[in-house]
């Protein structure tokens, strides 16, 4: 079935009512309706020649009966509905509905009530401008553009860089085979480039409603979402949680943190601050590390091992100096003190001042240097001296024997028994080998 329009086509019809007209033959001068072909569709105009009924529409015509069936009521007389005629003559010609008319008025507008192109090409026109909507009836419309290297446009304005507006890239396009551009005016606010496979969107925020996923890997285990009433957002890889950020610009991890580079760095944003590493949910739970910045007001550079919130080990740049606190030192290996670390000293102490001593003091003793008690080689001598600043006496052995040095006086104790053999019981003056005693310790 095809609609058929031909020229000069007219007879006559003597149907009463809203039924197919029985056509009656062609109009000296005109064709029959034959012409149309059977089966076919034509515009057809019903006028009754005395009564003032008439009857536009699109008629099917059946060549057997020669009959035109009222297909479509496009106007009449009976407000646009199936004209029921009255007896008598009524001519049927074939007319071009004014509803489906195309035409060009004074200013050579071409004027479309309405139109449909099915299949071939309408060619010869540049530009085009529809006064109304353009509407599809296909299942899959489709708007194509004639160049595989061109640009397609589609804007709601008067020029192409105007408003909101998008550009296709055709598939041989020189520098941008297959983009896609959305745009203000003409400047780009989200693009894909096929060559890279990436969405920029370019300065913009990308604002995802409460609930919703940014996601890759096709099926939504790795994403990133956001809860708009808690103001969290969460990292998932796989299905799990790998890690949340909170609107006081918290990171909660889900697993450990580890580093690829071969030098990596933990670093805080704040020169004069503080950067606190603990293993708890605040920094003074549990054992923790407080680094603090190279210009803080108080503790510049400073170093402090916590637990809690008490310092059991802090380094003082300012002072250059480690404090243990009230804590005991304890190790296994040696204690080395100073800068000479060989031979391998159980403890080696090594004085920055001229003098290479230990003192010995104690709450009642101060710290000054005519303070406590000494051992230790005075600048420019190799002699080890054991001596107490404080004049009091100095008492070397065991409860069974022993020798006690006061003010250079040697007084022996218990029974002592010295290199020789010999052995000192009597506990009193000073002997030969007291005194020989006591030029070594004096």
């Known amino acids: 079935m095809a609609l058929i329009v031909k020229d000069r086509v007219r007879e006559t019809t003597t ?30 105009a019903v006028a009754h020649r005395t009564a003032n009924e008439w009857e536009v529409g699109i008629g099917t015509y059946t060549s057997s009966g020669a009959t035109l069936a009222r297909t479509t ?27 489906k008319s195309v035409y060009a008025d004074a200013s050579g507008v071409v004027n479309i009530s309405s139109v449909a192109i099915t299949g071939g090409t309408v060619s010869g ?7 109304g909507d353009i509407t599809f009836s296909g299942a899959v419309p489709e708007i194509l553009g004639g160049d595989a290297d061109g640009e397609l446009f589609i804007g709601p304005s008067t020029t192409n860089a105007l408003g909101g507006n998008v550009v296709l890239y055709g598939q041989s396009h020189a520098s941008k085979a297959n983009d ?24 913009n925020e990308l604002n995802l409603n409460s609930g919703q996923s940014v996601r890759w890997g096709g099926n939504g285990n790795n994403r990133i979402s956001g809860n708009g009433s808690t103001n969290i957002v969460s990292l998932y890889s796989a299905g799990v949680l790998t890690a949340t950020f909170d609107a006081s610009n918290n990171t909660t991890l889900g697993g ?39 210009s803080h007001a108080s503790k510049a550079n400073d170093i402090e091992f916590r637990a809690t919130a008490a310092t059991e080990l802090g380094y003082d740049d ?12 304890q190790t296994t290996g040696g204690l080395t003190v100073g800068l000479n670390a060989a031979p391998n000293y159980v403890a080696q102490f ?50 069974s024997g022993y020798a006690v ?38």
């Open 180 to 203: 896609i551009e959305f745009r203000e005016t003409a400047g780009i606010q989200l693009g894909f480039d096929s060559s890279a496979s990436v969405w920029s969107v370019e300065a």
């Open 15 to 44: 149907t009463a009512g809203t039924g197919t007209f029985s056509l009656a033959g062609a109009v000296t001068g005109f064709d029959a309706f034959s012409v149309i072909g059977n089966s076919n569709t034509t515009y057809y």
């Open 318 to 329: 300012s002072a250059s100096t480690w404090n243990f606190a009230a804590n005991t030192i």
């Open 256 to 294: 450990d943190l580890i580093f690829s580079p071969a030098t990596p760095e933990i670093r805080g944003g704040d020169a004069d601050g503080e950067l606190f590493i603990s293993p708890s949910t605040t920094n003074a739970l549990g054992g923790n590390v407080v680094l603090y910045g190279q």
């Open 73 to 99: 009521i496009l106007a009449s007389s009976n407000s646009g509905s199936a004209q029921s005629f009255a007896a008598g003559t009524k001519d049927v010609f074939c007319t071009y509905p004014s509803g």
């Open 405 to 442: 040095f006061t003010n250079g006086a040697v007084t022996l104790g218990g029974t002592l028994t010295f290199a020789d053999g010999s052995a000192q019981t009597t506990a009193g003056a000073s002997t030969g080998k007291a005194i020989a005693m006591a030029m070594v310790f004096g």
């Open 350 to 399: 090594h004085s920055a001042a001229s003098h290479g001593l230990i003192q010995l003091t104690n709450a009642a003793t101060g710290s000054a240097g005519g303070d406590g008690s000494y051992i230790g080689v005075l600048n420019t001598s190799t002699t080890l001296r054991v001596w107490n600043q404080e004049a009091a006496p100095i008492w070397i052995g065991s409860a």
């Open 125 to 131: 026109i540049t530009d085009l401008t529809v006064n």
